[in-house]
């Protein structure tokens, strides 16, 4: 918030060293190449024991096993997995969380079924300040099943709060699709309040987690959550294309029902027989063969996500978020650059996005040097800061290297 002019309360270097995840940086596979990786929240640096395991199943889960590996543990894993998801970093009991497709098809599931259990409601509220993909397979259901999307037009630099809801809402409402940390300004939506608003108007709530999973406390049960999503190769480093997630209340799941019907999901998956029935529990919400490859490299994740804990995670990702934010003030905003997050740290997930008209070929010119942040359109740079890989030193290297760029 204040500004440092001081170079030594700039420097990273105390700050490192202090840090009481110091040791997990090195758990990650560190390419001499890269000298700053502020893009964690588009895809995750893999860890180490990423490196070995995936090296491994090869020669000996796949190798050794072959279709025994179904039998043994594969068939079990999109829910296993799921549940070890909902244990470490979503709050949620077991047996409502599953592991499969890509978020896009696991939103679309899910859409749908929370439409399928409003029939007599016909309309969608989504924002603007939406990730596409989000915003697309909502415009397409709506056109496939004659619903209406009711727009709201959240600010550059903030988010969907309970107010623009409420100017909204309505009894025909029947979802609410939001996203838990907006994917370009960071803002940090209200899970447990904006939740309750929409289920006293009857409404349910579908959260997107992508950019909150493994770096915001999230409580899904206690919270009253219907219905989640998101994908596990941003801050939960899966690797690029990892398998999605998707989470049903306990209440909801055996009423509802989602529109991809596969072998897999169907109540007798081996008996092959003539018509489906969903399976009994969260298996239903599963369509075809899941990915075991895809799911390897987040389990490693996990692990390490396990032995921090989600506490000290988010106490690191504000502390990198302030200091970003402060070394912005010091150096960028005396240039002309402007903060499109949060200033709030309460209201901010684990990036920040400042912008500045040139930062378009900023960014290229920082790509060049090994410094990687990411760019947003129309001239942002988003800088993703994933608690466990991203050391103080890649933010004050990066924020430094926008200064130098910026001021020649
Ligand atoms: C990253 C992201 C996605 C990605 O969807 P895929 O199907 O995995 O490509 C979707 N929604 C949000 C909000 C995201 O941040």
């Known amino acids: ?106 939103l679309y599931k899910l859409i749908r079924a929370a439409l399928n259990a409003r029939p007599d409601r016909s309309e969608i509220i989504i924002d603007t300040g939406n990730f596409p993909t989000n915003r697309y397979v909502v415009e397409g259901i709506a056109a496939e099943l004659g619903k209406t999307l009711r727009w709201i037009d959240p600010p550059l630099d903030a988010g969907i709060t309970a107010d623009h809801l409420r100017a909204v809402l309505t009894e025909n409402t029947a979802l609410i699709m939001i996203s838990h940390v907006a994917y370009r300004s960071g803002y940090l939506a209200d899970m447990p309040g904006i939740t309750a608003l929409a289920h006293d108007a009857g409404a349910l709530v579908l959260w997107d987690l992508c950019h909150s999973a493994g770096v915001v406390e999230t409580q899904l049960d206690e919270w009253g959550v219907d219905l989640a999503a998101g994908c596990t190769y941003k801050y939960l480093n899966g690797g690029p294309g990892s398998p999605a997630y998707g989470y049903v209340r306990q209440e909801h799941i055996e009423s509802m029902t989602q529109p991809i019907q596969g072998w897999m999901g169907s109540s007798t998956p081996f008996e092959m027989g003539p018509g489906y029935l969903p399976h009994h529990g969260i298996r239903r919400f599963i369509s075809g063969t899941p990915s075991i490859i895809g799911a390897l490299a987040m389990q490693d994740m996990l692990g390490l996500i396990e032995q921090a804990g989600i506490p000290a995670i988010r106490a690191k990702s504000v502390a990198l978020t302030e200091y970003a934010l402060e070394l912005t003030d010091e150096l960028l905003v005396p240039l002309g650059v402007a903060v499109s997050s949060p200033r709030d740290s309460r209201e901010r997930g684990s990036h920040v996005t400042i912008d500045h008209e040139s930062f ?10 090994g410094i990687i942040p990411d760019f947003r359109r129309p001239h942002g740079i988003r800088l993703g800061l994933s608690p466990l890989s991203t050391t103080f030193a890649e933010v004050q290297l990066g924020i430094e290297a926008i200064h130098a760029e910026l001021a020649n």
Do not use: H
């Open 1 to 106: 918030m204040t500004t440092t002019p001081d170079a030594t309360t700039r420097d990273a270097t105390e700050r490192d060293a202090a840090d009481s995840l110091a040791a997990f940086p090195n758990k990650f596979v560190r390419s001499p190449e890269v000298r700053a990786y502020l893009d964690g929240n588009s895809l995750g640096r893999p860890t180490t024991a990423s490196a070995e395991q995936l090296a491994s199943f090869v020669s000996e889960q796949w190798g050794g096993r072959l279709i025994r590996g179904w039998d043994e543990s594969w068939y079990e894993l999109p829910l296993t997995l799921g549940d070890r998801l909902g244990r470490t970093v979503l709050g949620a009991a077991p047996g409502q969380t599953f592991v499969g497709d890509s978020t896009t098809v696991v």
């Open 360 to 369: 378009a070929s900023v960014n290229a010119a920082l790509w060049k040097q």
